[in-house]
């Protein structure tokens, strides 16, 4: 019984202590916050002078605060406006409710929800840049914010696109479906609007509202469902910057009577956003350096989590200092040295034999690392001999250097270009290898092309042919600008084309409405050029032999690059052809290249007739998904000539544009490119001079049509008739 009792008293004690050192912290932390008799709390929100709810409690006008109690709990207004205030903090910033632009409409296509917010902020307050994101949802939407920072105006954008709901990813915000961008600095008036391409029409079924709003990064995940639930959304919280005045601290302090730091245990310092300058109670004090005596002395060992002595903590004005008991040493620190206990002779002789065991293994560690480091050396130069470094630097120390000539690269400066060859790095696979996307030490952005293998015997062929090519100077041929040779297979270092394949924005439904005729004939233009002049003015000629719209790239203004040249092959200037294994893409390949594995500059054109068949018809070169007659497009495309249902094949996108007559003498040109027999077939020189010319009398007759646009259609309408029918209506032509 008396020992239960003692365990009562024990226990009741224990509570009275964690009592009273919750009594002290709390008191610590209980500084004042607003000036003498006046109220420092709305609602759930306080406020700190400089802001106020009356006169005398607020600095000045701009940090008045509305307190609306006919809510419950009462709401905090900023000034005398609708701008809802959430929370006042010290550092500088506040958090507003800013309402979201809406734009909805109904299955009709007709609008039945338009709301664009603004917001305008009192003077000294600007929009914070870093913390908000200005944010546009939907799958056929764009929108801006703009509006006024410092005494100019500014506008920003974004557009958001999808064709179908699984196309989103949640937590993902890079275009499809949500869209988002910065803000400039010092912005202090935000409109929003947002916009329909569509009206919707084409993705109603899952998505019928357009959304932007300019708020707080951390409070909005995207998810799909965001689609339909942001329409009950009429609020997200935003990030508002406050300072004092628009001068600097050191402009402040000239006037001390109107100087905003009154405590001494304060100091001033300039915002990275926004006017002015705000102030800031040192190290080791606590409160509101904008009252007198505001900044007050934090007692750190009376919070643990603010001390970190191991033992004992011993306050002092504006910090602590940690103290060790007698019969220990050390700094009294939990990440130091701590309080250590005298040590024994046994506790010594422990330490050292244990600390001579750790040298011993260290030691061995070193030696190994030195041996493997030394047997990578050794693999490196075998795999540096295999892959023919020896002949390339001959051949390149043969030529004078220039900016132009290949470099050999090192396999550790192509490991830290890719993150070694992360997975993250990836921007194209195919059949002779993986090309990852890397950044070079003196910053320039590269494509690395990893080989899948080289063959061993013909190592002197491979080193020629990197040679060759790195001294191809053409605007539309991807430069190689090097190579590394200490790896087990070769890599490859190119230029970095931005805009992705001329693939992907063919059979991209978005990318193909964007992709004109007269981008696509300019396109065409410059690959035959390339390949023209691959075929007659390289020496020696070189055969692509995998020619197809995955290869060829294209950059921010639509210029084409040819690319991958791992299956091309250089053609003795005694030959005009050569008898090699079958290589290349199903779809693409020449048919009597397939045949008789001979393979001649015709198996180019021929692959180049499927590319303009692709141009011309948006379609895939291959697909099981078509109808068995048309699986193939280049014997579908021919097909639909002989029927006279060209115009059945073409492109709505380029149909729509007019331009029949370049649409037929280009279907004419890829027809003799897709001939059976190599000898029928044009020359890629020809091509080229026949795409160029179209081109060019493309340009000039736009020039005419603006000149005298009447005569013109007189003079066409003629020729047009031939086909068209009676209702109007294109009709197609025949061999």
């Not at 915000?173 to 609007?193: A, D, F, H, Y």
């Not at 029409?201 to 909005?220: D, K």
């Not at 250590?340 to 244990?354: D, E, P």
């Not at 397939?594 to 393979?599: A, V």
Request: glycine share 6%; net charge neutral; hydrophobic share 35%.
């Amino acid at each position: 019984m008396g020992l239960h009792l003692l365990l009562l008293q024990v226990q009741l004690l224990q509570a009275i202590l964690l009592i009273f050192a919750l009594t002290l912290v709390s008191t610590q932390a209980n500084f004042p916050v607003a000036n003498p008799n006046c109220t420092d709390r709305c609602g759930n929100v306080s406020i700190p002078f400089p802001f106020g709810t009356i006169e005398g409690c607020y600095l000045n006008s701009s940090f008045l605060v509305t307190c609306n109690e006919t809510y419950n709990p009462p709401k905090a207004f900023l000034l005398r406006t609708t701008i809802e205030i959430t929370s006042i903090s010290m550092e500088g910033q506040l958090r507003v409710l800013q309402f979201i632009a809406k734009d909805c409409y109904s299955r009709n296509g007709t609008r039945v929800l338009y709301h664009d917010p603004w917001i305008e902020l009192p003077i000294y307050l600007t929009a914070n840049n870093t913390a908000n994101k200005f944010t546009v949802i939907g799958c056929d939407t764009y929108a801006f914010v703009h509006g006024r920072r410092m005494n100019r105006n500014y506008q920003t954008g974004c557009t958001a696109m999808c064709d179908n709901k699984d196309d989103l990813a949640s937590g993902s915000c890079s275009g499809l479906g949500c869209c988002q961008t910065t803000i400039p600095k010092e912005v202090w008036r935000v409109n929003m609007t947002v916009k329909s391409y569509d009206n919707h029409t084409n993705v109603m079924e899952f998505n019928n509202c357009s959304y932007a709003f300019l708020a707080e990064e951390s409070e909005f995940t995207f998810s799909p469902s965001v689609l339909s639930s942001l329409r009950n959304v009429e609020k997200l919280p935003m990030v508002v910057d406050w300072a004092i005045g628009n001068g600097t601290c050191e402009e402040a302090q000239k006037n001390m009577s109107s100087y905003a730091c009154k405590s001494p245990n304060s100091k001033c310092y300039k915002p990275d956003n926004g006017y002015g300058y705000r102030c800031l109670c040192w190290e080791g004090y606590q409160g509101n350096p904008y009252l007198p005596n505001g900044c007050q002395d934090i007692d750190e060992c009376k919070d643990p989590s603010l001390s970190n002595c191991e033992k004992r903590c011993e306050n002092t004005v504006g910090s602590y200092q940690c103290v060790c008991p007698k019969g220990y040493h050390g700094d009294g620190k939990k990440d130091g040295k701590g309080c250590i206990r005298g040590q024994s002779l046994v506790f010594k002789l422990v330490t050292a034999i244990a600390l001579g065991i750790t040298v011993i293994v260290l030691a061995a560690c070193w030696f190994h690392f030195i041996l493997q480091k030394k047997k990578l050396i050794k693999m490196k130069h075998k795999f540096f001999l295999q892959n023919g470094g020896p002949l390339l630097k001959e051949k390149l120390t043969r030529r004078d250097t220039s900016p132009d000539m290949a470099r050999i690269f090192t396999s550790a400066e192509l490991k830290k270009a890719t993150n070694n060859f992360h997975d993250s790095r990836i921007i194209g696979q195919g059949g002779f290898g993986t090309v990852y996307k890397g950044f070079l030490s003196d910053n320039r952005i590269v494509a690395i092309k990893k080989s899948k293998q080289v063959d061993k015997n013909q190592v002197e062929q491979f080193i020629n042919e990197v040679f060759v090519l790195s001294q191809i100077n053409h605007r539309n041929v991807v430069r190689l600008l090097g190579c590394c040779l200490d790896t087990q297979v070769p890599l490859l270092v190119y230029e970095f084309i931005n805009n992705g394949t001329l693939f992907e924005h063919i059979n991209n439904k978005t990318k193909a409405r964007a992709l004109s005729w007269d981008k696509r004939l300019t396109v065409a233009a410059e690959v035959a050029g390339v390949l023209a002049y691959l075929h007659s003015a390289a020496s020696p000629p070189i055969i692509h032999r995998d020619v197809k719209s995955a290869n060829i790239l294209l950059d921010a203004s639509f210029t084409a690059k040819v690319s991958d040249f791992g299956a091309s092959r250089l053609v003795p200037l005694d030959q005009s052809q050569l008898s090699t294994v079958v290589q290349g893409t199903f779809g693409y390949l020449d048919p009597e290249y397939m045949q008789t594995n001979q393979l001649t500059e015709k198996s180019d054109v021929y692959s180049f007739g499927v590319v303009l068949v692709e141009l011309l018809t948006g379609k895939n070169v291959l697909s099981s998904d078509r109808p068995q007659e048309e699986r193939n497009l280049a014997s579908y495309f021919l097909s639909t000539l002989k029927q006279n249902q060209l115009f059945q094949v073409l492109d709505d996108n380029i149909v729509c544009e007019g331009n029949n007559e370049e649409l037929i003498s280009v279907s004419m040109l890829a027809k003799r490119c897709l001939y059976v027999r190599g000898e029928d077939r044009p020359s890629m020189k020809e091509v080229a001079m026949e795409l160029e010319g179209l081109r060019l009398s493309q340009k000039h007759s736009k020039m005419q049509t603006e000149l005298d646009a009447p005569e013109m259609e007189s003079l066409l309408g003629e020729k047009f008739n031939v086909f068209s029918n009676g209702e109007g209506n294109s009709t197609s032509i025949g061999l």
